[in-house]
């Protein structure tokens, strides 16, 4: 019986040592396997920041900033001017029409809330700008609404109410009072005038008519080849300046947007990101102003008119 029994023994240990061995590659096998998705889990994550991006050079590589989505109704409602998909789950709440031959005086204003005799007239900026708003200079046709500059000795009010002579008149509009609103996407389709001394602008500004803050969604200056987008911020610090603009803006008509988020401001020219930030965000209700500024009493300045075909805001 001795004889089989060492068999049967270094047998059995062989057979004791096989798995054992099988059982430890499993084993070293599925702890590498964790290790992997621990260290892929830990590599910290890309972003489109230069200043992160830096920051992670030696440990991960950055992405590149996503394109703007140009099909993906699953996950939004495209605009058919904007190239710029609406987020969703949000909704339209601004949407007025251009229709007729009549400015909708109940959604639109035609001067600053602050003037003391808005059918007369109004201006803003004074030290700046040489215009004096008049409703006049404010029309609807063909679906458009058109604020026009014209250079010609106008009768207005100086800030203390005297009367006062301006070289130019022109056209503005405020959404105030009939919408204000915190937060959102506005999307403006417009043709801008060029010309010397015309600035135009479409903005938003405090409903509780404290300065700042203000969001200008696009400044032009004259024949400039660049649009300017600002945040203004504290005093008259701002943040922005002059963006990527690829084509002449008084050739034809183009798409101003902002997304107004909690924690970030965006801004967009036919859909593409020329500007964002996540300091200073405003915090309150504002509304939607467009006006053709002048700056110049020059000869032939003054004279342009800004062509709007829609004014929308989606919110949350």
Known sequence: MRGPLMVSAILGAVLVLGIALVALTVVRGSSNG?????????????????????????????????????????????????????????KLAFDPSFSGTQLD???????????????????????DEKEWYVPSQVN????????????????????????????????????????????????????????????????????????PPELDIMEHWYSEPQMKVYDHTVGKKYLGGPVPTPANLSAGFHTYSLLWTQDRVTWYLDGVQVYTTTSYVPQQAMYFIANVADDSTAAGACTGTMQIQSVKVYQP
């Open 34 to 90: 964790a290790a992997a998705a621990n260290v892929t889990n830990a590599t910290p994550g890309a972003t489109p920041s230069a200043k992160a991006s830096a920051s992670h050079a030696t440990t991960a590589k950055a992405k590149p900033k996503a394109s703007p989505k140009k099909t993906t109704a699953a996950s939004g409602t495209k605009t058919a001017a904007s190239l710029l998909t609406v987020p969703a789950g949000w």
């Open 105 to 127: 005086t109940g959604t639109w204003a035609t001067c600053y809330d602050w003037a003391t005799n808005p059918s007369v007239g109004c201006d803003d900026n004074p030290t």
């Open 140 to 211: 609807v046709s063909g679906g458009d609404l058109n604020l026009v500059a014209t250079q010609e000795p106008t009768q207005g009010l100086s800030t203390s109410g005297a009367p006062k002579t301006f070289t130019c008149r022109s056209g503005m509009v405020t959404s105030k009072p009939a919408f204000n609103f915190t937060y959102g996407l506005v999307q403006i389709t417009a043709k801008l005038p060029y010309g010397p001394g015309l600035w135009p602008a479409l903005w938003l500004a405090a409903t509780n008519d404290q300065w």
